[in-house]
């Protein structure tokens, strides 16, 4: 018998390969970035987890923002 499948709203961990770890969350479309659900990040978007904790996905930690904005955080030019 195969298991039941995952109820929608089911999470787990998922581990990107490069130190970070991520939730993923179970919607009608399959499994996906739970941080993405949360701020309904566009294609071309990405969302920044504000300190800088990849499994802190409250909505005050989650900021969406274009590929470039999040590099200029990444590389340390601006504060959040
Ligand atoms: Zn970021």
């Known amino acids: 018998m195969r298991p039941a499948a995952k109820p929608l709203g089911s999470t787990r961990i998922h581990n990107s390969g490069r130190g ?3 939730i993923l969350e ?9 941080h993405r659900l ?3 990040a566009l294609s071309g ?3 920044h987890h504000k300190d800088r ?3 802190n996905n409250a909505s005050e930690n989650l ?6 904005e999040h590099r200029i955080i990444h590389l340390g030019k601006r504060k959040t």
């Open 53 to 55: 904790n990849s499994l």
């Open 20 to 22: 970070n770890f991520y």
């Open 63 to 68: 900021v969406r923002l274009t590929p470039k």
């Open 45 to 47: 978007e990405e969302v």
């Open 26 to 34: 179970k919607s009608s479309d399959g499994w996906r970035y739970q």
């Open 38 to 40: 949360r701020t309904s």
